[in-house]
């Protein structure tokens, strides 16, 4: 009995944060209030306190699970990917890509964090958090970018850092421009070849290269 208790809690902090995500796109986040959530999720709002501790709490968590797809994912692509790194994450910046047009979560998601979220009052706290999961980001990308020129597979004169802050702000910048225009281009048919773009300027391009030193 306690087990099934435990599932439904489960359900339901699963569903709250389903209808909060449809809400927060629909609505935007700073007009869209827990009252609103609960009534829209069928809960009282005791129910959404016992889960949440605020709105910028159910945003939070709402990205956490986002996050952890493409964790799972970066697991999936090294085990098919052993000894190519570069595959790894190539595979990895079409999904995020693809996934922003075919997965309704994730265009969501992306759709409140680029227009539909105002980063005040109560959730002046989020925007401190996501410059955290920013910078961590980098290193993450620097880290993948490393192991990829130990595999011998980019330049080992590759200035890391500038290619990290370049490929989150490429990325970002497409799916931005997407879910602002969805008609202008077909982001899940080019999502492979800009990714291809983005590699090939790692490869060639000299301004992302380190001076010899003279």
Known sequence: MA???????LETRQH????????FSQQGVS???????????GVTRGAIYWHFKNKSDVFSEIWELSESSISDLETEYRAKFPEDPLSVLREILVYILEATVIEERRRLMMEIIFHKCEFVGEMAEVQQAQRSLCLQ????????LEECINAKLLPASLLTRR??????????????NWLFSPELFDLKKEARDYVAILLEMYQFCPTLRATPAS
């Open 137 to 144: 980001s980098y290193d993450r990308i620097e880290q993948a």
């Open 31 to 41: 007009s869209t209030s827990l009252a609103d959530i609960a009534k829209a999720a």
């Open 3 to 9: 087990r099934k208790t435990k599932q439904q809690a």
């Open 16 to 23: 709250i944060l389903d209808v909060a995500l449809r809400l």
């Open 163 to 176: 290619s990290a802050i370049l490929m989150r702000s490429y990325i970002s910048g497409i799916m931005e």
